[in-house]
């Protein structure tokens, strides 16, 4: 099991620049979170996905984030254009239904200069 | 709104003493999790835990939920350097959003 596996690891870009992040959650997991820790805010959720349908994405910022999952091996994250208060660490985890934990994979580190 | 609290923030331990990390939740949960992060890396699940009075170990680390009070704790027994790291609870409704605490980073004084 290769667990949840995120790309790019790092990522740095100028401001105004899209960035797209990209998740591949573990093989038969339903639900799919999008984190991002800072150290003034913590971990927050951005949007989650059951079973490919985004359920809740009230954490989203603002209109230049969305996310997508177009199906239950892959989902995406895009900011654009990206600012450098969006700078941060981009989790992506995911789980299956039940009294299961949640598997978070590795992270993108995006820095917006 | 489900909101989580830890306590303390930062916690500086030597080596060979025991310490509780506390974790309060505001309204009802069926899933409480503690989870662990070394500097610069992911987020290790260590506990899942799901009615009240449950209690898991593994090795130093103990966690204990009591929903009544909506408390979890996790206890560290004779704390050794490499449990050095940031110690996170959280708490979720059913397979629902993970809600966090602000995490406590927790420090091992030889």
């Known amino acids: 099991d290769a667990g949840v596996i995120q790309s790019p690891r790092h990522e740095v870009t100028e401001m105004g620049q899209e960035v797209t992040l990209r998740c591949k959650p573990i093989?038969?997991?339903?639900?799919l979170f999008w984190y991002r820790q800072t150290m003034m805010r913590g971990l927050e959720l951005l949007i989650y996905?059951?079973?490919?349908?985004?359920?809740?994405d009230s954490g989203m910022p603002e209109d230049r984030f969305s996310a997508k999952m177009p199906n239950a091996s892959f989902s995406t994250l895009k900011i654009q254009p990206s600012e450098p208060r969006d700078s941060a660490v981009y989790f992506c985890?995911?789980?299956?239904?039940?009294?299961?934990?949640?598997?978070f994979g590795s992270g993108t580190r995006l820095t917006v200069v | 709104e489900l909101k989580v609290e830890q306590n303390p923030l930062f916690l500086s331990m030597q080596e060979g003493k025991n310490y509780t990390i506390y974790c309060n939740y505001s309204?009802?949960?069926?899933?409480l999790y503690w989870y662990r992060q070394d500097p610069g890396k992911s987020l290790e699940s260590l506990f899942v835990?799901?009615?009240?009075?449950a209690v898991k170990q593994e090795g130093r680390l103990m966690a204990s939920l009591d929903t009544k009070a909506r408390l979890s704790t996790l206890h560290i027994t004779a704390a050794v350097h490499d449990l050095s790291a940031t110690y996170f609870c959280?708490?979720?409704?059913?397979?629902?959003?993970?809600?966090f605490g602000t995490g406590t980073r927790l420090t091992i004084i030889p």
């Open positions: 309204t009802t949960s069926d899933r």
């Open positions: 835990l799901l009615s009240n009075g």
């Open positions: 093989s038969g997991h339903n639900s």
């Open positions: 959280a708490a979720s409704v059913g397979n629902e959003k993970l809600t």
């Open positions: 996905f059951n079973n490919n349908v985004p359920i809740d």
């Open positions: 985890a995911s789980s299956l239904a039940g009294p299961y934990g949640y598997t």
